[in-house]
């Protein structure tokens, strides 16, 4: 109910004190049908979920092996966490700019901050899971005669994998802010010449033609990919862990 | 405590040697590549950090980020602690206002710099609403949670022996939901934190994430490093004295603070 | 005829240190041996340390003085030829009842040289006996209690190790169910065959009579610290069903064994 209150207040507010480039609801949509039909708009979402997902595969593929053996093995856990907790609070953002210096302002480097992202809360979360397997299941798989190495696959990986799940999901949601902020921020510094996706061409509306209504479907767009990656997720998730209730 | 100290003791012994191992690492890297634009050695970044620090530019652009996160922080939770107790303790306003909350909250905050851009322009306006956009979801949705998980036995308790509504809010409910309240700023504040680097580097003429920028187009890698290390430095420490601040006022929530 | 001796525990002391509180002296002076072919069933109030006692026969405690050995070896750690069936079952919630019960055989050294089709009969069969058949594709979490109690069983016996360390298996169980199964655990550590070819069993309860029923010996410990007060042997012919319990000297053991820990259980109770 509200929701359709506010797009109603939103419209009449706007078509009596703005001028015709403010944006309303009814532009907004035009300008979306404009984007969507001219492919820009799709094509722009394609490249940023691309660069998401790799920069997500490459973290997941590192972290979640990563953490399996720091959960799993204390001096594994000992050496490698200090680095872990060195560089988890520096905001992915910040290394844009080293990853601009290093890389340049193509796709590499969009990769690597969306990996850089994704990958802590993946390995706290892989840790997490693995140290918290009940004792008494771990003992089990011992007294079956099963080594180390087997335990771990057989019973750390599933026992754990719902809470890796859980950080699959937030790295997902951080990775995809990250990519919009690292195309802004390209877009921003080098100029139109970056390399595509939705955040730069969220830039270039705002930059060069102060195209408001298109920003807002920007934006719009941004929330429904968020949306649509967690409920991807989640049913992944479910599907692989059918015996979690509910 | 004999145990607990040891370990703890080996736990900085591990950080010490671990790091030291990173360290040399670097310092190796950056003598083989010896290109100190791409990577200055350790010691150029420490030589930077101390410049900086002697210049006092490296504080004052960490105190005008945290300034702005402040002021971002107070504002988020004056916008969503109360709305959100109100959510938690009516069903109905929850029915009204959640799906404007969930229609929005996709949009992360950063999403919102170009159109801020154009309202407030480039200068303080624009971080500040950027970042209390960032700390307002998980706050308000930290308190709903909170409020919803008291327990209904200790306002059932306080009804029957008659406490007016008003101090059952106030004496019983606030209370109650304070542990996850204050773990819903913790994530608020790392959320917004976040989303300052972006949105300085793109939109305000100082603080952190402008040094950054700014250093990285003089091409002085050493200072964009030691910048850098100063957002996570800060990062860490507002996070430390929030769970230490948590642990000061809600001293019975041992595990809310584990998250 | 002089039995080989299987495990054997020699002067047992076991003490946990935890940190911040007073240590605990879990067991103290336990001294037993178990014959091959023996089934021996601990019975003893909450806490006396019973479970301590099977952890160290599996290898997953160590003793903090004496030795335990299986077969003149000493146990340093657990080893598939011990099955243990733990107090709170362990069973692993991502796997089925099917999945839990073909664990060991498919993971473990108890599944080697057998081939797919050898171990699913191996599994369909234990799964039959204790009653399981229909609801192989549950999760434990979709099972009762008595029904996760009989997947560890069931998961205990398809890997058919020689000896059987079971703590308190059917204590969950309702009285009729547990009755059957106290029957069907006879039959299958062999009461009909001779004492060389039955598994070796060390059983925890905490109902006297099903000790008696199932035991040939019944160690009584008791509490704080935990020792082992007496081993009362249980004559009873084998094999046993529902006469033995019917007869004077299954009643008279029980009253006997009663007897021997009725004060702590009280002092325990009341305390
Ligand atoms: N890991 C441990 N750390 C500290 N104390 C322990 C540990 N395990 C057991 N204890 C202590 O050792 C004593 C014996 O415990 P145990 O579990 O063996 O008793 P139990 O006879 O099996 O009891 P129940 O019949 O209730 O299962 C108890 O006092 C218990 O508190
Ligand atoms: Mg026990």
Sequence with gaps: MLPLALVFVWQTWGVITGNPRTPVPTRVVAAALQLIESGELPLAIVQ???????????AALLAIPLGLAMGSFRRVERNVDPLVESFRPIAAIAILPLAILWLGTGTPAAVLIVAYAA???????????????????????????????????????????????????????????????????????????????????????????????????????????????????????????????? | MAISSSSRFGTVIAYVRTMAVFIAVWWAVSVWTSNLVLLPTPFAVIEAIVDLARDLELFVQAGISLGRMMISLAL????????????????????????????????????????????????NALPIFIMTYAAFFPILLGTVAGVRGVDRGLIDAARTMGVPRRTIVTRVVVPAALPSLLVAVRLGVASSWTAVVAAELIGAPSGLGYAVEWYRELLMTPQVMAFIAMIGVLGYLTDTSLRALAQRFTPWAADARRM | MSEAIKLRLENIGKRFDVAGAARTIAVQD????????????????????????????????????????????????????????????????????????????????????????ARERRVRSHIDLVGLSGSEGKYPHQLSGGMRQRVALARLMANEPAVLLMDEPLAALDAQTRIILQEELLRIWGQDRPSA???????????????????????????????????????????????????????????????????????????
Aim: hydrophobic share 50%; with cysteine.
């Design chain 2, 76 to 123: 988020a939770s004056l916008l969503a602690i109360p709305l959100g107790l109100l959510m938690g303790l009516r069903r109905t306003l929850d029915d009204i206002v959640d799906p404007v909350i969930e229609l929005l909250r996709p949009i992360s905050g950063i999403a919102w710099i170009p159109l801020a851009l154009f309202i407030f322009g480039i200068g």
């Design chain 3, 30 to 117: 336990f001294t037993l041996d178990v014959a091959q072919g023996e089934f021996l069933v601990i019975v003893g109030p909450s806490g006396c340390g019973k479970t301590t006692v099977l952890n160290m026969l599996a290898g997953l405690e160590l003793p903090t003085s004496g030795t335990v050995s299986l077969n003149g070896r000493r146990i340093t750690g657990p080893g598939p030829e011990r099955g243990v069936m733990f107090q709170d079952y362990a069973l692993f919630p991502w796997h089925t009842v099917w999945g839990n019960v073909e664990f060991g055989l498919r993971h473990g050294p108890a599944g080697d040289g057998l081939d797919a089709a």
């Design chain 3, 197 to 271: 070819e039955r598994r070796t069993v060390v059983f925890i309860t905490h109902a006297i009579d099903e000790a008696v029923f199932l035991a040939d010996r019944v160690a009584v410990m008791t509490t704080h610290p935990g020792r082992l007060k007496a081993v009362i042997d249980v004559p009873l012919p084998r094999p046993r069903d529902d006469a033995t319990r019917a007869q004077s000297q299954f009643q008279a053991l029980s009253q006997h064994i009663w007897g021997l820990i009725r004060d702590e259980a009280y002092r325990a109770t009341v305390t």
């Design chain 1, 119 to 246: 990958f802590f809360p993946i390995v706290v979360n892989t840790v997490a899971g693995a140290k918290r397997i009940s004792p008494t299941l771990l003992r089990a798989a011992a007294t079956m005669g099963l080594n180390r190495f087997k335990v771990i696959r057989t019973v750390v990986v599933p026992g754990a994998l719902p809470s890796i799940g859980v950080g699959l999901r937030i790295a997902m949601g951080v990775a995809w802010t990250a990519i919009v902020a690292a195309e802004l921020a390209v877009g921003a510094k080098a100029g139109g010449g970056g390399s595509g996706g939705i955040g730069q061409m969220m830039f270039v509306f705002y930059a060069y033609s102060i195209e408001l209504n298109r920003i807002v479907v920007c934006m719009i767009a941004v929330g429904l990919v968020a949306l649509a990656l967690d409920r991807l997720l989640r049913g992944g998730l479910r599907f692989f862990m059918p015996w979690m209730a509910r």
């Design chain 1, 48 to 58: 940023s979920l691309g660069r998401v997902f790799a920069g997500f595969a490459i």
